[in-house]
């Protein structure tokens, strides 16, 4: 469907990565992949640690003592008080005073305990002499953020262009010397350290910056610039190894669309290749899509032609393209929808209360209680406030109250424009399209001349799945940027099912693990359980291993985790209730 490797601009060693890109989402076109360099600076923080041990018996008495006695005695009287030789108490009393828990006051040398040494002793614990250590600051300008390591990063610089002869990124990061102790104190607690530990009495004091000890260490960073065929638009994507910086993703997204550099001279490319490559996808996928609509109309006429040589009046029940006329499109739809098991999928330019009625809400919910996820798309103008006929909200209202047995929403809905197809895929077995408008026209009065080709050729079916898939895939990664930049749940959740109703359970887990998103793990759980039911997803999947050791690592004191053990029973049910049925072989 796109362009061949050889017009290609992809560094060689990118191009696995390229080739999995467009693998594993259909739509997408890698034609430039570049690896660069970027700077960090790595700066010494010298940070003076105090902690705390029990009080001894002495220690705690001296301090009782000196609280409870009126007057304060002396350490003599202390002495004849325990009957111990006065060294062992001015040996006790000496450790106080450096701790600034205990003064003597003058003239007589009274113990006078402090307010720090009240405070300690409230708690039943004495304060440490402190102790220096040295932790690295790596202040990431790109990023705009600073990670904390225990011991120095070393690099070499790469033999790779420099980011930053290309693009200037805004460097938002403070400087190290503004921070107050409580800052540091934060930016330590975040970084999971262990040294600032308040709970346990272990607290930095102080700290001081080796400005002069700065030094530079270099990372690499893969851009890629991809077209969209769905969407119609360039995406830029930053890629450390496998992993998408969603964050400079992001910036230079706005950056390109805003001028501020060139997208031919970031990736290496000849002049006007972006243009000219995009107008070349663009042409090859609206050829593609009208390509696969021709096909099926005419592998249908042929069959026809074929049955009338035959001198037969009706199609054969077992033909992979039959067509259907005005009064049997409907029916004929209904029961497609009926015999559902996994997914249905539709594409319809309008929507209306006149097929969205009570009867039709039922049908599907009936089929989202036995497992199946149903997505619809829909729009004909290309955008979507130009639409002449929009969705009414009380339709949306009525097809969101579709919930799966665990409370999902098992029918989504959205806009996704520019398209005057009108198609339906029931379980990636059925395709029917035509003329008709499945979800804003029933065909029971003003008979139209319409016609609709049932397609089960499994080749023509495979096509049309890769195309709608493509479309609602691509909508679910848009809402999940948005969920993630803003951790939005509920446009969190919506993905997660758009993913499930793919069978995309595995990706919607891996990128929960990306982001450790964990209080969203039993959502997951419950796409899980949806998937299972229908048969979408198999008990001996391998997800299955790496989720139980993820959840493993989870705190047991975490605030999820009885939702997340609850969630993990639920789908032990399930697929007990799978394997009682025979379904494991």
């Known amino acids: 469907m796109f362009l061949q490797s050889s017009t290609k601009y992809i560094d060689s060693e990118l191009n696995n990565l390229a080739d999995k890109i467009e693998k594993d989402s259909p739509g997408l076109s890698v034609f430039a992949a ?141 400087e190290l010397s ?35 000890a700065e030094k530079i260490i270099w990372k690499a960073l893969s851009i890629l610039v991809i077209f969209d065929a769905i969407e119609e638009k360039l995406i830029l994507q930053a890629r450390e190894g496998n992993k998408v910086v969603e964050s400079v993703s992001n910036q230079l997204q706005e950056m390109a669309e805003n001028g501020k550099f060139l997208l031919n001279e970031l990736c290496g490319l000849p002049p006007e290749s972006i243009a000219s490559q995009t107008e070349s996808i663009l042409e090859l ?25 035959k001198g037969k009046k009706t199609l054969p029940k077992n033909s992979e393209f039959i067509l259907l006329r005005d009064r049997d499109i409907r029916p004929e739809f209904l029961s497609t929808l009926k015999a559902a098991t996994q997914q249905i999928l539709i594409y319809s330019p309008w929507v209306t209360e006149e097929v969205v009625d009570e009867e039709f809400i039922q049908l599907l919910q009936k089929l989202a209680n036995n497992g199946v996820w149903i997505l619809i798309g829909y729009g004909i103008a290309e955008k979507q406030e130009e639409e002449t006929k929009p969705m009414s909200p009380q339709v949306e209202e009525k097809l969101l109250t579709i919930r799966t047995p665990e409370d999902l929403p098992a029918a989504q809905i959205f806009w996704l424009g520019n398209s005057h197809a009108k198609e339906v895929l029931v379980d990636r077995k059925v395709h029917l399209s035509g003329s008709h408008n499945w979800l804003s026209y029933r065909g029971d009065r003003n008979f139209r001349g319409e016609t609709v080709y049932k397609v089960t050729n499994a080749d023509t079916v495979r096509s049309t799945y890769e195309y709608l898939q493509g479309r609602f895939q691509s909508y679910a990664e848009n809402l999940w940027e948005s969920a993630v930049s803003n951790r939005d749940i509920n446009l969190a959740v919506k993905s997660l099912c758009i993913w499930g109703a793919l069978g995309m359970a595995e990706m919607a887990f891996q990128e929960l693990q990306y982001h450790n998103w964990i209080e969203l793990f039993p959502v997951w759980l419950k796409v899980v359980i949806h998937g299972l039911k229908s048969k979408q997803i198999s008990p001996d999947e391998p997800i299955f291993e790496q989720a139980i050791s993820w959840l493993n690592i989870v705190d047991k004191s975490d605030k999820n985790i009885e939702d997340l053990q609850s969630g993990w029973q639920r789908v032990v049910e399930a697929i007990a209730r799978l394997e009682s049925r025979g379904v494991r072989e």
């Open 178 to 212: 503004s921070f107050t102790i409580e800052e540091l104190r934060k930016q330590i607690l975040d970084s999971n350290l262990a040294i600032h530990l308040p709970e346990s009495g272990q607290i930095v004091k102080n700290f001081s910056i080796d400005k002069d």
């Open 285 to 309: 996928k609206n050829q593609k899509v009208e390509e696969r609509l021709q096909k099926i109309r005419q592998q249908g006429i042929e069959i026809i032609k074929q049955t009338r040589e």
């Open 34 to 174: 570049r690896q660069f360099c970027y700077r960090l600076y790595q700066t010494p923080v010298q940070i003076e640690i105090t902690k705390e041990r029990d009080l001894n018996i002495l220690e705690e008495f001296i301090l009782r003592a000196s609280i409870e006695f009126n007057p304060p005695p002396t350490e003599v009287e202390l002495a004849q008080i325990l009957k111990l030789d006065p060294i062992f108490i001015h040996s006790t009393t000496n450790t106080l005073q450096s701790l600034q828990t205990l003064t003597l006051t003058p003239p007589d040398s009274r113990i006078t305990i402090t307010s720090e040494g009240q405070e300690f002793y409230t708690k039943g614990s004495l304060p440490q002499p402190p102790e220096n250590k040295v932790i690295y600051a790596i202040s990431n300008p790109l990023y705009g953020e600073i990670n904390w390591r225990l011991s120095a990063a070393t690099s070499k610089a790469p033999e790779l262009p420099n980011l930053a002869d290309f693009i200037t990124f805004e460097n938002t990061i403070p």
